[in-house]
């Protein structure tokens, strides 16, 4: 059972460029996780989606970023004119499709975008 | 609002044992969580708390006393590749299921 999958592992892009980050979740999950780490610091939440919905994005920058988890295919965090301080690892995570009990989070390895 | 305190870095021995302790300060709990994660890779789930208690896991064992706010994993019989950073996690109250992180803590184990 493949676990969460993200693509590109890095991705270096320079200022004012877009930066598509892919996530595919393990099979079966429903419920995709977005968070960003910079270096020495905790892991933090940017938006949890569901699919086709966006559930709760408060941790999300108001400008410039957006995400989606279409019906097929992998979700999709975008940053638009992107600069140098998103420089950082985006994880994402993935949780069963089940209600109550403990919602786990199995994370992917993650991509670290470098702006220039 | 939510605050989660780690220490940022500890070292030990080989062999010997090691306990980080994490405390939070949250609207509501709804669980607390330990991910151990090597530098440049994913999180990966250790352990999980709701009750007051310990929890046992192998070589890894997770405290939780709700009500002073404070967690506690404890490893034992350290090796060298349980050098790695340990993240406190805090599911709050609500219906996201959303957990917060805190900093984590290095752990850096020597010979």
């Known amino acids: 059972n493949a676990g969460v999958m993200q693509n590109p592992r890095h991705l270096v892009r320079r200022r004012g460029q877009e930066a598509r980050l892919r ?5 079966g999950h429903s419920h995709v996780y977005w968070y960003r780490q910079l270096p020495e610091e905790g892991l933090k939440f940017m938006v ?24 097929e295919g992998p979700s999709i965090l975008r940053i638009q004119q992107v600069v140098r301080g998103d420089s950082a690892a985006y994880f994402c995570a993935s949780s ?4 109550g009990g403990v919602r786990e989070q199995f994370f992917g390895p993650g991509t670290r975008l470098t702006v220039l | 609002g939510q605050n989660i305190d780690q220490p940022t870095e500890m070292t030990a021995t080989e062999g010997a044992i090691v306990q980080i302790n994490c405390t939070y300060q949250t609207s509501g709990f709804n669980g607390l969580f330990w991910y151990q994660q090597h530098a440049g890779e994913a999180p990966t789930f250790l352990s999980y708390n709701v009750l ?6 192998g070589r890894f064992s997770s405290f939780l006393s709700r009500s002073k706010g404070y967690s ?10 349980d050098s790695a950073s340990y993240l406190c996690a805090v599911k709050g109250a609500g219906g996201s ?10 752990l850096i184990v020597h010979p």
């Open chain 2, 97 to 106: 299921y959303i957990p917060t992180f805190g900093r984590g803590t290095s």
């Open chain 2, 52 to 57: 007051d208690g310990l929890e046992e896991k």
């Open chain 1, 96 to 99: 069963p499709d089940r209600s």
């Open chain 1, 48 to 71: 949890y989606l569901q699919k086709e919905n966006i559930i709760d994005e408060s941790g999300m920058p108001k400008e410039r970023f957006s995400a989606e988890f279409p019906k």
């Open chain 1, 23 to 27: 996530c595919s979740p393990m099979k």
């Open chain 2, 72 to 81: 506690y994993l404890l490893l034992k019989e350290l090796q060298m590749k």
